[in-house]
Structure formats: structure tokens, C-alpha cells
């Protein structure tokens, strides 16, 4: 598993496979899951995560940060 945040964009990414996915469905507003196409769940993406998550939790689980 691999988490991103990607402070340009605010996106926070939670990627749990690589490879292309399939199918990509937001969920919830700003919540989208990226699927293959057997279904399985490749990564979760969180729009304005920062409005979502506190800066200070952001900081503590970002093991990559892409920009």
C-alpha cells in the first residue's frame, strides 16, 4: 500500500495495487475509488483533502509526496 498526497492538487491518494484501473466511481462527493475490471479495489483518491483530513494528520500518514 502505498498513500500520496499531492499538496498541488490536494489530492490524497491511497493506492493499494498498481496497474490500470477499470472502472473509477466517486462515491461520495470528492471520494473516488478506482476499481479493476474484476472488481477489485485499486486505490482510493480524496479530493480537498485538506479540507477533509487536518494538515497535522496529512503530514503523519504521507509516505510519498508527488509534485
Given amino acids: ?4 498526497f499531492d499538496p498541488k492538487h490536494n489530492i ?5 495495487r498498481e496497474g490500470r484501473y477499470g472502472v473509477s466511481k466517486e462515491v461520495d462527493e ?3 475509488i478506482d476499481k479493476t475490471k ?13 479540507q477533509r483530513i487536518p494538515k497535522k494528520e496529512i503530514k503523519e ?4 509526496v508527488s509534485g
Fill in 12 to 16: 490524497m491518494r491511497i493506492q493499494f
Fill in 30 to 32: 470528492g471520494i473516488i
Fill in 1 to 4: 500500500m502505498k498513500i500520496t
Fill in 61 to 64: 500518514i504521507t509516505v510519498g
Fill in 38 to 50: 474484476d472488481n477489485k479495489v485499486m486505490a482510493i483518491e480524496i479530493l480537498d483533502a485538506s
